[in-house]
């Protein structure tokens, strides 16, 4: 079976800096899957790459069987494959139920639906969604009054409004209350298992990725640096030393 | 007593003193016309300007393309007997009155046509700049359509044209036009707060408050600018068609007053509260009755009585009228306040 997402010597540089050298990975259909490494190793930069954000210099991407290197951000988006940001956005001064709202799909979108109301099952959907990441209280409240954590979470709603195939997601768990962490691996889990939705997630918190993914993937200096499932890479010493500073 | 009545009353009350207006204060029948006009003004440019985030200082080139083509239409389909009416000439008959309206109809029909063309052939292009870079953008295309006005000799150039006397006595015109533009200011008006309600509405929302995450989300971004772009030249062609027929004679200055409507356009949504409905209405009625009272009683100073009112505003009521009520009394908005939504706390307990 072909891989969801494939992701072909990769190089992106800005200047000078070399953010990815020729990084190529694979996505399979189905499973959690793990981007780690040091800070500016390039995890971001890789993420950017893979949805559009910049053009790469080098290689390819491949989404479904599908050449995407050359496509732009929405047209990427609308195939199914999404991002959320490590810096959280959500819109501000819209209501917590219209940010979800206006994340449907917006594959077939002619002049008609562009000015029709929102059937009630679109709202029903979302306010289902909101429970799902426990925000339903807030539903009324504008996104940028939700502090961090909260708008963490819409975010992730807002990504399962558009019912995506493949979810990039930058750091989750970030500036979450540590209490709620668990239930959100939980939750993770669940979109993966019960909604079918493949995750290829970047993070810091060893704990949760370790707990997540089946296979991880190691970046450090821009280069590809470890993959394998997670009792291998707690292990790999090459990897150890790139969290730690060796040389 | 429930929204809904008190808006049918709101709505039945606005309705009935602008349909008896004319009747009431017949001397004003002008300015009362222009005060609809300002209206659609500051609704328009609200729609790009306070909805999606898109501050547009060349909505004036709609407007004129209004005025240019509703005229040319009426000097070249039915007057091309009688001559060109040009302000050089002598020409402007006095047309029967199907002539007239016809000439008329068709002219707005055909200025909207080529307002929408413009929009959505410009729109495609510089809606892709955006914050700065868009408002100067639009600064120029404004300045530009003025200078090609000024310089093309089959609409007057730079001596301008006549649009046709309208029949029947002076000031017959001013009450037709009065209607005419409540009419287009309350079909604006309804037709921005159907809009509003609708998948578009959240969608130039979304742009404003972050189109790359717009975009990230695969939202149509450049779709919906386009869309909005070509709903305000919609109207703005129409008012300027017919302010062009109201005002008889057109030129640069007349129909691309930049600095005159092009601001105040942006003055009024911002003094209402941009990015409401009612903003922009109570905004544009401020300005054009203070502005018409200044012109009456501190003639010589006006402009800077103005200037005076648009520094009060932007100091004291930086959110504009709308924004300052909403944020006195946000419980009459719908903002929810209840402490209890706020500070809940999140809980991701179990829901199977």
Redesign the interface.
């Known amino acids: 079976m072909t891989p969801i997402l494939e992701v072909q010597d990769v190089t992106k540089a800005f200047g000078g800096v070399i953010a990815n050298d020729g990084i190529t990975l694979k996505v399979p259909q189905g499973p959690i899957i793990g981007l780690i490494g040091p800070n500016g190793s390039g995890k971001t930069t890789l993420f950017n790459s893979i949805?559009g954000?910049h053009p790469i210099d080098r290689g390819s991407i491949w989404f479904e069987g599908r050449e995407i290197s050359r496509l732009?951000?929405?047209q990427i988006?609308?195939l199914g494959l999404?991002?959320t940001?490590q810096q959280t956005?959500?819109?501000?001064?819209?209501r917590c139920l219209?940010n979800m709202?206006?994340?449907v799909?917006?594959?077939h979108?002619g002049?008609r639906?562009?000015?029709?109301?929102?059937p009630p099952e679109v709202t029903e959907r979302a306010e289902g969604l909101l429970?799902?990441?426990?925000?339903y209280?807030?539903r009324?409240?504008r996104?940028g009054?939700l502090s961090f954590?909260?708008q963490k979470?819409l975010e992730l709603a807002?990504a399962l409004m558009?019912q995506p195939k493949l979810l990039l997601l930058d750091e989750p768990t970030a500036g979450i209350?540590p209490v709620?962490i668990n239930?959100?691996m939980?939750?993770l889990k669940r979109i993966n298992a019960d909604l079918g939705v493949t995750l290829f997630v970047i993070e810091h918190n060893m704990r949760v990725i370790m707990n997540l993914a089946q296979h991880i993937y190691c970046l450090a200096h821009g280069q590809l640096l470890a993959e394998g499932p997670p009792e291998e890479i707690q292990t790999d010493q090459q990897v150890i030393d790139a969290y730690l500073g060796a040389r | 007593m429930t929204d809904a009545t008190r808006n049918l009353l709101l709505y039945a009350l606005i309705g009935l003193i602008g349909l008896l207006a004319p009747y009431l204060a017949p001397a004003f029948r002008v300015q009362m016309a222009l005060l609809w006009m300002m209206i659609l003004f500051a609704l328009t440019w609200d729609l790009g300007g306070g909805q999606m985030g898109y501050n547009s200082f060349g909505n004036i080139v709609f407007f004129g393309i209004g005025c240019y083509v509703a005229a040319v239409v009426q000097r070249d389909l039915f007057f091309a007997v009688g001559g060109q009416p040009q302000a050089t000439g002598d020409l402007a008959t006095v047309s029967p009155l199907f002539n007239y309206f016809n000439g008329f109809a068709v002219g707005l029909a055909l200025a909207v046509i080529i307002a929408l063309a413009v929009a959505a052939a410009l729109g495609s292009g510089i809606l892709g700049l955006r914050g700065h870079y868009f408002a100067i953008c639009t600064l120029g295309v404004g300045v530009a359509a003025g200078e090609i006005a000024s310089g093309w000799d089959y609409i007057g150039a730079g001596s301008g044209m006549v649009a046709p006397i309208f029949p029947g006595g002076p000031g017959q015109n001013a009450i037709f036009f009065y209607y005419f533009f409540f009419a287009l200011a309350a079909i604006c008006f309804f037709t921005l707060k159907w809009l509003y309600g609708t998948r578009f509405g959240l969608a130039i929302n979304a742009i404003r408050d972050d189109e790359d995450k717009a975009e990230a989300m695969g939202i149509h971004t450049t779709r919906y600018k386009t869309v909005a772009w070509c709903v305000a030249a919609f109207f703005l062609a129409l008012a300027g068609g017919a302010f062009g027929h109201l005002n008889n004679f057109i030129d640069r200055e007349v129909a691309f007053p930049g600095i005159t409507f092009g601001v105040w356009m942006v003055l009024m949504a911002i003094l209402g509260g941009q990015g409401t409905l009612w903003g922009p209405v109570i905004g544009a009625t401020i300005f054009h009755a203070t502005q018409e009272l200044f012109w009456t009683y501190f003639i010589g100073w006006q402009r800077v009585a103005l200037g005076l009112l648009i520094v009060v505003i932007v100091v004291f009521f930086p959110l504009g009228i709308m924004g300052w009520l909403r944020s006195r009394w946000p419980e009459r908005f719908g903002e929810t306040v209840d402490l209890e939504a706020r500070t809940a706390p999140i809980s991701l307990r179990e829901t199977r």
């Open positions: 949805v954000y732009r951000v929405p988006a609308r999404l991002r940001f956005r959500i819109y501000g001064k819209m219209e709202q206006i994340s799909p917006h594959v979108e002049l639906t562009m000015l029709s109301p929102y429970e799902f990441v426990g925000l209280p807030k009324h409240l996104g009054e954590g909260q979470l807002m558009n209350n709620l239930s959100l939980e939750r």
